[in-house]
């Protein structure tokens, strides 16, 4: 079975893949707040690398940037335009573990037919 968005388009591979590897809404919620990076990243099979981004919004709003709510950076690359709610995990090597940081900033995707597949989040300034 095919996931469909509230659009009913039917999701193709990469996008799939993006919305398992970085996609969390609303928020899971765990016992021990701290523990959210490390129990994300098991549960997702993305264990062991060194960075990663979930996004903590409405799928809608992550495509919209592809479609006129980002500005293109080439390559398919576009800047949000709106600020998102985002978790960054970054492993720790000397624990062994992964520490986790929360953020609303603006985010960068790259997009294939109008749907994202790939995220970097913007260097910089957050959003007020």
Not at 32 to 51: A, E, T
Not at 58 to 85: A, D, H, M, T
Request: hydrophobic share 35%.
């Amino acid at each position: 079975m095919d996931i469909a968005l509230a659009s009913e388009q039917p999701c193709f591979p990469p996008f799939k893949e993006f919305l398992w590897r970085h996609w969390d809404y609303p928020k899971t919620k765990f016992p021990d707040p701290y523990s959210y990076c490390d129990l994300m990243m098991w549960k997702r099979g993305l264990y062991g690398k060194p960075k990663h981004i979930f996004i903590h919004e409405p799928i809608q709003k992550i495509i919209n940037v592809c479609r006129g709510e980002g500005i293109p950076l080439g390559g398919g690359w576009y800047l949000s335009k709106r600020c998102f709610f985002i978790t960054k995990c970054k492993f720790n090597h000397k624990f062994k573990c992964y520490t986790g940081s929360e953020w609303f900033k603006p985010i960068i995707i790259k997009c294939i037919c109008g749907f994202p597949v790939d995220i970097e989040c913007m260097k910089g300034p957050i959003c007020p």
